[in-house]
């Protein structure tokens, strides 16, 4: 079973900040990503677990990621 994976401009949205914070946040290892030539992909496990060290609900994380 293949995993989704998220761009940048994707979590940016989700988190509403700016797609450069999300690439500030891979370079600074407080999020992990695959880079995928020039691009950088996020796990849908990856950004869950993000968005719990946030403090999101889990029926808000339901909704942001599916």
């Known amino acids: 079973m293949t995993e989704t994976l998220y ?7 989700m988190f509403n900040v700016n797609r450069v914070t999300i690439y500030r946040w891979i370079k ?3 999020i992990s990503a695959y880079k995928i030539g020039e691009h950088h992909k996020i796990s849908v496990s990856e950004v869950m677990r ?17």
């Open 7 to 13: 761009s940048t401009s994707e979590v940016a949205i």
């Open 28 to 30: 600074n290892g407080k």
């Open 50 to 66: 993000l968005l719990k060290e946030f403090g999101f609900s889990e029926s808000a994380i339901h909704d942001l990621c599916g």
